[in-house]
Nanobody, 126 residues
Framework: QVQLAESGGGSAQTGGSLRLSCAVS????????MGWVRQRPGFAREGVAA????????TYTGSVKGRATISLDNAKNTLYLQMNSLKPEDTAMYHC???????????????????WGQGTQVNVSS
């Protein structure tokens, strides 16, 4: 079973940046997607970003598009999420996640994710 371990969260001020990392071991299989989901206080869990490891095509939810970059270092088996221009509404527990891809693309929608890690907390102050 896939194992995911996040790191890199912390505190930042509005407008700041953070880079989240996720160490990935025991991949779920050849056809899989990887990404990030977050749980904000008082909100349902939401998918943030996804990447297809086969072609590096990425997708983002609208609230982070243009401010976030997801990337995968296959040599290091590490997934990243670079977050810039942080806003207080980015405060959340961020989880690395994966699911078995059934179509051609990888999407960020929350209901797709099958496995996720324990998470790393991001706090953005105004």
């Amino acid at each position: 079973q896939v194992q995911l371990a996040e790191s890199g969260g912390g505190s930042a001020q509005t407008g700041g940046s953070l880079r989240l990392s996720c160490a990935v071991s025991a991949y779920a299989g050849g056809n899989y997607c990887m990404g990030w989901v977050r749980q904000r206080p008082g909100f349902a869990r939401e998918g943030v970003a996804a990447i297809n490891p086969n072609n590096a095509i990425t997708t983002y939810t609208g609230s982070v598009k243009g401010r976030a970059t997801i990337s995968l270092d296959n040599a290091k088996n590490t997934l990243y999420l670079q977050m810039n221009s942080l806003k207080p509404e980015d405060t959340a527990m961020y989880h690395c996640a994966t699911y078995t891809r059934r179509g051609w693309s990888c999407e960020y929608f929350d209901h797709l994710w099958q496995y996720w890690g324990q998470g790393t907390q991001v706090n953005v102050s105004s």
